[in-house]
């Protein structure tokens, strides 16, 4: 069997005819041509958004065992919400996006350059970016009685979830999105001779520490267990974190989008996802990230597997690198256009590719992408006119503005496992303008030019972007990771 062939038998597997965008100003249809086809609304609205269209995480009308997940940047997000209820905040724009995905991907590996990055002293925890580069937020309760919080959540920390605790900065920052130590009941200190300790080297009786910057202490730690009640009836007892009693190294407190903190569900043994109850029908952790900043996804622990509800998924293989063990990565098998492979050999594809939380756009290895950019844009003969500028590194634009209806040719992901990611137009391309097609394009695809000199570099990081609409389930376990198109 070809390669191409092979892409067809895989559509029998894991295609999902893409439904229609709800609110959008045009439609989509999958053609049996491996294109796109959007048509413009009759009506040509945008989305609209009301803070009770979001559930409750609490029983109070959300899915049981789900906490509701928004973008930072949600009218109705519990931080900064009130100033804008119901009102969809301006969308960023692709040199904002960009810039945070630069920050994103030095995080991940390894780079210390950035004025603002500091590091939790003998664990490698980075607090760069943190919380500030969480995209996605969900409410959890922290302590007894529950303190309810807003947090991000990342796949890739290293071991340690954190959070922003009382006394705050002596700056004058407000405290109102701080964890108070002294009302809680069950919170307990961690010796630092402990195993739960993760530093390697403290003194004095707990495990604490400090981050200092220019000889002046930015942060005071210190590594605790306390209760986490997720949704529903879900509650962790001795659930650790790091309690930063300062504000962030490098950011505001007083940001109405950031987070009171950051939820671990990476591969470390200490994780939240590593510490979620475990059964043969559940898979530690799953996602869907909401397809704008205007709706909500989910997050759930300990979820039901998707086969056990009647939902179609398909699992890639997770692979393990020892120079980045907590990291979930994956292997791409392929990569098509129109349903056609891009010419890229097999081993050009053989290293590992990361499903990321910390960029919005997907960046390829430079040769895959230029591949990938060549095949995409050779099928785009007949809107060779139509060329635009270049985004910053989104190289591969176009302005549809005037025309009823585009086709496009669809993109698809093929993982090691016999997964597939087939993305949607509102995730093969950057809208200048949210939900309009009929302007200006970019494709959401770019060469990776981020990672610090002599890093190991990857051959992808799929981004949230080619993520969102789709539940990605974790099922650790197994050793593999599911996809669950439009979930949300």
Known sequence: MTRGRGVSSLLLCCLLLLAPHLGSSFHTSHTRAGKLLAVRSADGASPTTFCSDIPSGDGGGG???????????????????????????????????????????????????????????????????YPGASEYHVVVGYGTPLQRLAVGFD??????????CKPCAADGAPCDKAFDQSRSST??????????CPLSACSGPSCTFSVSKNDTVVLNGTVVTDTLALSGSTTMQG???????TGYAGSSRTVD???????????????????????????????????????????SIAAARPEL???????????????????????LTAISVGGKDIPVPAAGLAGDSLI?????????????????RDAFVGQMGRYRHRRAPPVG????????????SVLLPAIALQFDGGASMYLDIEHVFYLEERHNIFAVACLAFAAATAYPVGSEVPVAVIGTLAQAATEVAYDLHGGKVGFVRGSC
Do not use: M, W
């Open 309 to 331: 509800s009647g939902r179609f998924v398909c699992y890639a293989t997770l692979r393990t690198n020892p120079n980045r063990p907590n990291l979930y990565l994956v292997q």
């Open 63 to 129: 899915i049981a065992g789900r906490l509701p997940v928004v973008h930072r940047q949600n009218p109705c997000s519990p931080h900064g919400g009130a100033k804008r209820q119901g009102k969809p905040s301006e969308s960023e724009s692709a040199a904002d996006v960009l810039r945070r995905d630069a920050l994103g991907l030095r995080s991940l590996y390894g780079d210390s350059g950035s004025a603002s990055d500091v590091t939790i002293p003998s664990t490698g925890s980075p607090l760069v970016a």
């Open 356 to 372: 990321a939380l910390r960029t919005t756009f997907t960046y390829l290895r430079p040769d895959v992408y230029a591949a990938l």
């Open 187 to 196: 919170l307990a200190q961690i010796p630092c001779n402990s195993l739960d």
């Open 393 to 404: 590194e989104l190289d591969t634009c176009y302005d549809f503005a005037g025309l009823r």
């Open 239 to 245: 659930f650790r974190f790091a309690c930063l009693e």
């Open 155 to 164: 796949t890739a920390s290293t071991g340690v979830s954190l959070l922003a």
């Open 257 to 299: 989008d950031t987070p009171s903190g950051v939820l671990d569900l990476s591969r470390d043994v200490h994780s939240l996802a590593s510490r979620a109850p475990f059964s043969p029908d559940t898979v530690a952790f799953s996602y869907c990230l909401p397809p704008d900043t205007t709706s909500h996804g989910f997050l």
